[in-house]
């Protein structure tokens, strides 16, 4: 059984970096991909930005390049995303996710809890 655990969301300023980290376990060579997702309130969740576990390839959705990354630890099975120059409109619940299919930024087959992110004006 796959779990996602996330951790590292709060309340930053504009302009302000946060990290966010999941820890995955149960996973095996039968997963694709595993990535950041975000939800605004009343919308879909929408991919930010994942890893393939195979290679390491990341994909990271093009608006978004300049201020976000994403890194894998194979040895601590843990993913993160590392974002700069945050704005009020990056409020959001930030989601991990694992895909069993590629794209690895599509329909993914496991979530984690989710982790609020708020940024202040």
């Known amino acids: 059984e796959v779990k996602l655990v996330e951790s590292g969301g709060g309340l930053v300023q504009a302009g302000g970096s946060l990290r966010l980290s999941c820890a995955a376990s149960?996973?095996?060579?039968?997963?694709?991909?595993i990535g950041w997702f975000r939800q605004f309130p009343g919308k879909e969740r929408e991919p930010l930005s994942c890893?393939?576990?195979?290679?390491?390839?990341?994909y990271i959705e093009e608006s978004l390049s300049g201020r976000f990354t994403i890194s894998w630890d194979n040895a601590k099975n843990t993913v993160s995303l590392q974002m700069h120059s945050l704005k009020p409109e990056d409020t959001a619940i930030y989601y991990c996710?694992?895909?069993?299919?590629?794209?690895?930024?599509?329909?993914?087959?496991?979530w984690g809890q989710g982790t609020q992110v708020t940024v202040s004006s």
């Open positions: 996710a694992v895909t069993d299919r590629e794209p690895c930024y599509y329909n993914p087959a496991y």
């Open positions: 149960g996973l095996t060579f039968h997963h694709y991909g």
């Open positions: 890893i393939r576990l195979n290679d390491g390839k990341p």
